[in-house]
């Protein structure tokens, strides 16, 4: 057999070779989680296990090619064919195509991305006659997602008094009656949206129970990656699928919990010992990733939370350079700051653009950084952005490539009914809407049946409407026999779309003809692509689907070299060597939205933690003093992240004899007055260099044992001076935990010698000093 499992340390190793049952994996980052979870999948299919019986759920389809090309080197490309491996939404996605029938669903059902459904939930609205201010249709939209990621269906929102209420306090007593509207409509369309791939399959896993018997049947081994962003949807169909076999097995770090605002509930992993008999659990505490700065660095963070499960992350990695913080003037500052560093960095250690990633919070804070790699001419990608697939020109040609397989698809037939015009008005197809709710039928089927139908339309526009029908059929002809490569270039053409932008004749029209071309490029390689896989011909239908789950992550557009933008929860799971983490600001982040309760901000702080675990050689991280905010220029405060992360393993290129470190600083101080000249007391000078071996075991119970735990919420209070007496137990935010030794002076003066846990005797001033004593 292949000595693969030589690339594993014992502990990964453990997890991987794990007989039946069911297992679950709880680490810190970079500390190889995916590389087990990986490693599992080899492994099973070298003792035998068929891969037909194997499903993966990742966090993105990117993942999940990158998983199935390392599990094909080890095990061989035919063997990993079969696996059923992607996010939960293409893999559920898929399984709908075979069984969403029994819901009432036609095979080739459309997916209605973000924006279909926003479109839909506007028209609506608007039919329904209510005012679109106080019914905001991006708002709803948010609400009915919600809704059914929590599995609340139409008939349950409608039992449940308490949403009803709910919403009629919130004057908006019609939302439900929105929700059945935008259900039915697109039930009626043959359309699922992204939270229905879920909804649905759970419905159809509990409504039939020999759907449920045949899929549990089939996956006999199902593993999760990043099992902490589960919502309580995803976490039901797991749950099923999984309890006739109970082999399942999932891998998470509960510190990068990241997606509580989409319904993730961390509750899962510590659910799961509950949910499953005989749960074994493995730890993982070597980081391979990152330097030990960085390590060190985060570790410093995600040890304020109170909410984390003990855990401890260390690296035999070189200490590397100490992590720089960079303050500027204004953000477009700080945008020719990393551009500067990225171009030097390059030039000094010969790196290539794609090994540099700059990380912002908010989408908006790109332009700015932009800005400046443009000037510099260095090239980038922003993901998550406007995506390529989200263009005008795009959209429409997908349109009526969606039209062809799903001619019922309401969003798409708006779309490219009159575009190219064809001298078909709005008025027309508000009649059309309006015949169609009143005969419970899609659009399509009412332009199909005109003649039959009394509508109040001119026979000029009555022709017009059946030519557009006459063209789709052809096109649905054509569909038989050809590939979607072919089909999308003659529908490119025979439309008139290329034409239209062509003849436009202005930049824009022509950067959008060849956005077309570029698209039916990618249209063909994922053609050549599909044909070598078993289970797919390379249809039209098999692209759709691809597309209308793509996410920006997942549509890496191969050999070209470049900076990656993006937020810092889309970079999870990725690691870079140079990570820049810009926009370090108070309100910004954390963000103001999230500063209410302790819990939200601890979900800003996983997050930042996540940021800074990107890195493996160098991270960054930048402020500015004033920054363009909701269109007005605002003081900034640097963010409370930047004091939490310990000072040792920093290196501040902002200028200290300016009077103070950092402005927030000395609002968090609660300790009597500040003294500007005095703050820079506060800085432990002679902190111990990070260790350059793993713990010994000795060390890493102390470790452990500072990790407040969940089980025993911590009794830590807040230093008064009465409580602090030689012999009492304290936490610093920096140096853990440490009991004092002596205490001396008075007033102002009033010092403590302190022997801390990790960093030996240290002699602090009171009066700053951030100390927390530990009751027993
Ligand atoms: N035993 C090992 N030997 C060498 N490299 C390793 C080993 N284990 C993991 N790595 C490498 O360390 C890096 C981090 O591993 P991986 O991405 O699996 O960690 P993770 O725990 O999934 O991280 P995250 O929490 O960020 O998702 C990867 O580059 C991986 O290839
Ligand atoms: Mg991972």
Known sequence: MSDFLDELNDAQRAPVLHKDGPLMVIAGAGSGKTRVLTFRIAHLMNQGVDSFNILALTFTNKAAREMKKRISDIVGTSEAKNLWMGTFHSVFAKLLRFDGDKLGYPSNFTIYDTQDSQRLIASIIKEMGLDKDIYKYKQIQNRISSYKNSLITVKAYFQNPELVEADAMAKRPRLGEIYKNYVDRCFKAGAMDFDDLLLRTNELLTRFPEVLMKYQDRFRYILVDEYQDTNHSQYLIVKALSDRYQ???????????????????????????????????????????????????????IEKNKDQLEKVVWTSNDAGNKIIIHRSITDAEEGRYVAGSIFENKMQHQMQNGEFAVLYRTNSQSRAIEDALR?????????????????????????????????????????????????????????????????????????????????????????????????????????????????????????????????????????????????????????EGQKELADATGSLTEFLEDVALATDMDKDVGDDDRVALMTIHLAKGLEFPYVYVVGMEEDLFPSAMSMNTRSELEEE???????????????????TQNRYRWGKLIDAEPSRFLEEIDEQYVENLTPVNDGYRYKSMINANIFGEVDKSKLRQVKPSNGTPPSTQRPNE???????????????????????????????????????????????????????????????????????????????
């Open 247 to 301: 082999n399942i097995c999932v891998v998470g770090d509960d510190a990068q919990s990241i997606y509580s605002f989409r319904g993730a509930n961390i509750s899962n992993i510590l659910n799961f010992q509950r949910d499953y008999d005989d749960v074994a659990v493995y730890r993982l505490e070597q980081n391979y990733r990152s330097t030990k700065n960085i390590v060190n660095a985060a570790n410093s963070i």
């Open 605 to 623: 702080r996983r997050l930042f933690y996540v940021a800074l675990t990107r890195a493996e050689k160098q991270a960054f991280l930048t402020y």
């Open 375 to 527: 000037k510099r001419d260095i090239p980038y990608r922003i993901y998550g952005g406007l995506s390529f697939y989200q263009r005008k020109e795009i959209k429409d040609v997908l349109a009526y490539l969606r039209l062809i397989v799903n001619p019922k698809d309401e969003e798409a037939l708006k779309r490219v009914i009159n575009f190219p015009a064809r001298g078909i008005g709005q008025t027309t197809i508000d009649k059309l809407i309006v015949a169609a709710n009143h005969y419970g039928r899609s659009i399509y089927e009412v332009m199909e049946h005109l003649e039959k139908l009394n509508l109040s339309i001119n026979a000029g526009t009555k022709r017009k409407l059946q030519d557009f029908v006459t063209m789709i059929k052809s096109f649905q002809i054509m569909n038989e026999g050809s590939d979607a490569f072919t089909l999308a270039e003659h529908v490119s053409k025979k439309t008139g779309l290329l034409l239209e932008f062509k003849k436009d004749g202005t930049p824009e029209g022509i950067a959008k003809m060849e956005n077309i071309e570029e698209l039916l490029n990618g249209i063909k390689d994922f053609v």
């Open 698 to 776: 000795n060390q890493l119970r102390k470790l452990r044992k500072l990790k407040p735990d969940l089980a025993s919420p911590s009794s830590i209070n807040p230093v008064a001076d009465s409580d602090l007496a030689e012999g009492a137990l304290v936490n610093h935010t920096r140096f853990g935990r440490g009991k004092v030794v002596k205490i001396e002076g008075v007033g102002n003066d009033k010092k403590a010698e302190i022997l801390f846990d990790q960093g030996g005797i240290k002699k602090l001033l009171l009066r700053f000093a951030k100390l927390e004593v530990i009751k027993d």
